[in-house]
Structures are given as C-alpha cells and as structure tokens.
C-alpha cells in the first residue's frame, strides 16, 4: 500500500491545520490507519488511530479533545483535524496503515507508512 501524506505546514499557536493521506489501493477499507509523529530527538509515537470501518477511534492523552481522525473510504483517505495547535505539537506526521485492531496504537504492528509531512506551529 503506497500512502501519501500531506497537508502540513506552518501555523501559530491556536491555529488549526488538516492533514491528509490518501492510498493508492482499492483494499484501503480494509486496513486500519494510524497516524505517528517524531519530533527531533524523540522516538516516534502514537497520534491517533482509526478502525477499518471508522467505528471506533484512539486518541494520544496529549491531543484528545483538539484532534479528529477520520476517513473515506470512497477516496481512499485519511484525515487528521489539528485545532488549537500548540509549539508541542510540532513534529513530522506519518500516516500508517495496518496495525492491529486489539493493539491499534503499536506501531510495530503497522505495515505500511508514508513519508511524512511536518507541522511547525509557532508561539
């Protein structure tokens, strides 16, 4: 599965931005998809993840509340609302696809990733 992120860029403090990730592939439905951050000497960590169906949604404790995930699956897409963005929240993001539905915000268990797009918010 080839996954295309985009949508990042260049915001201030309380500013929203959406990020995208649109798959090159008819089984994208099928796939649950995550969404991962690294900042500059952190490891990389959970975002936010979705089930193949949409029906349920995982959130990092340090976004819940100002970060929405979605999806359609008629368009192959992936999405992530940022609002009230913090200078934290800087990062490159990664959209995933895979993972597993019982362990949905391990990493490991991902199978595909896109390049990843960076979210610079200022203060």
């Known amino acids: 599965v080839q996954l295309q992120a985009y949508g990042g860029g260049l915001v201030q403090a309380g500013g929203r931005l959406r990020l995208s990730c649109a798959a090159c592939?008819?089984?994208?439905?099928?796939?649950?998809m995550g969404w991962f951050r690294r900042t500059p000497g952190k490891e990389r960590e959970f975002v936010a993840a979705i089930t193949w169906r949409g029906g349920s949604t995982y959130y990092a404790d340090s976004v819940k509340g100002r970060f929405t995930i979605s999806r359609d699956n008629a368009k192959n897409t992936v999405y992530l609302q940022m609002n009230n963005l913090k200078p934290e929240d800087t990062a490159v993001y990664f959209c995933?696809?895979?993972?597993?539905?019982?362990?949905?915000?391990?990493?490991?268990?991902?199978?595909?990733w896109g390049q990843g797009t960076q979210v610079t918010v200022s203060s």
């Open positions: 995933a696809a895979g993972g597993s539905t019982s362990m949905i915000m391990a990493q490991r268990y991902y199978n595909y």
């Open positions: 592939e008819r089984t994208f439905s099928t796939y649950n």
